[in-house]
């Protein structure tokens, strides 16, 4: 009987990290189409303004929780100001053309090449914390290159233009997924997302006040931008962290691999618009791909995965 008890209680928590994991991956898709729909009424810069704003609300909450840690903190700011410099700055850089590009083209199609993400994040840690690649690995970041190739040559719309800035924004964040994996055994993960995320606020306040262009949001702007940064770095992080409670960080990463698709299904619900059938079957290979190579990262993954609902 006893063992019986367990063999459920094993289950239902397999079941609730299986439901958490979707709901995260719900939770970062939705942010995709609100900001989209945001920005059909509101330049980029304001836009993440007011965003990175509302998110500074949600931090300032945490940092009352976490009162007792404020003094390590500043005292670790202290210690590794040159990486925060750097972090920080090159952070606002890719939130700017991540959130432009989905601006501009089908946020699907976004979706479907930032999915690249462990690919990059694996090459730049071969090269820079010296962790090997395996031939899975390999094979599968063949297959999701040959994904991106070929959803750039089927999408005339999107062009080289913006698959190359998508791959930019994957390029500056998968280095700083690995700086971060690097940098966690003396810097508290929490800091790191608060520092980003005030400083993020900052600097768009900064550069609207020079150009003169902030203005209030509109009555659906602001709803719109009160979902979008709960969904993401409130939603998303606590349903993330709750899955990876239950199940292992591959089989969370496996239902996070719907992402993509879940944007095509909003996209269309919210946006009306969709993906080619050639857009669909481009997006799947590169998923396959990245299939192949999570599989064998399971402690990785979960850095890696944090990285899409920092936005």
């Known amino acids: ?30 942010v995709y189409i609100t900001s989209k729909i945001i920005q059909a009424t509101m330049a980029t810069n304001i836009f993440l303004f007011w965003w990175f704003g ?26 590794f100001k040159f990486f925060f410099i750097y972090f920080v700055m090159s952070e606002a850089f890719a939130a700017f053309t991540f959130f432009y590009v989905i601006k501009q083209i089908n946020p699907a199609v976004v979706s479907f ?16 914390i010296d962790e090997k690649l395996s031939p899975s690995e390999i094979s599968g970041g063949f297959i999701s290159v040959c994904g991106v190739v070929l959803i750039t040559y089927v999408s005339p719309d999107i062009g080289i233009k913006y698959t190359l800035l998508v791959l930019l924004t994957v390029l500056i964040y998968s280095f700083n997924n690995v700086l971060i994996k690097k940098k966690t055994e003396d810097v508290p993960p929490l800091l790191i997302t608060l520092v980003r995320i005030f400083f993020l606020f900052l600097t768009y306040l900064v550069y609207n006040l020079f150009v003169g262009g902030l203005r209030l949001p509109e009555q659906n702007e602001f709803v719109y931008l009160i979902a979008g940064s709960l969904l993401g770095p409130i939603f998303g992080m606590f349903f993330l962290f709750t899955a ?22 909003f996209s269309y619900i919210f946006l009306g618009t969709g993906v080619t059938i050639s ?10 791909g990245i299939s192949f190579m999570i599989s064998d990262r399971r402690l990785r993954f979960r850095t890696i995965l944090n990285r899409f609902i920092k936005n």
């Open 1 to 30: 009987m006893q063992k019986k008890q367990l063999y459920f209680q094993m289950v239902e928590k397999k079941i609730a990290g299986y439901m958490f994991a979707f709901l995260s991956a719900i939770s970062i898709s939705l």
């Open 54 to 79: 509302l998110a500074s609300i949600w931090s300032v909450v945490l940092l009352v929780v976490k009162r007792k840690d404020i003094i390590c903190y500043i005292g670790k700011l202290k210690e």
């Open 113 to 128: 090449i930032g999915s690249i993400t462990p690919l990059v994040v694996a090459v730049i840690a071969y090269f820079y």
């Open 244 to 265: 990876l409670k239950y199940i292992k960080s591959t089989q969370v990463s496996f239902i996070k691999n719907s992402q993509p698709f879940l944007v095509v299904i």
């Open 279 to 288: 857009q669909l079957g481009a997006g799947s290979l590169i998923i396959i």
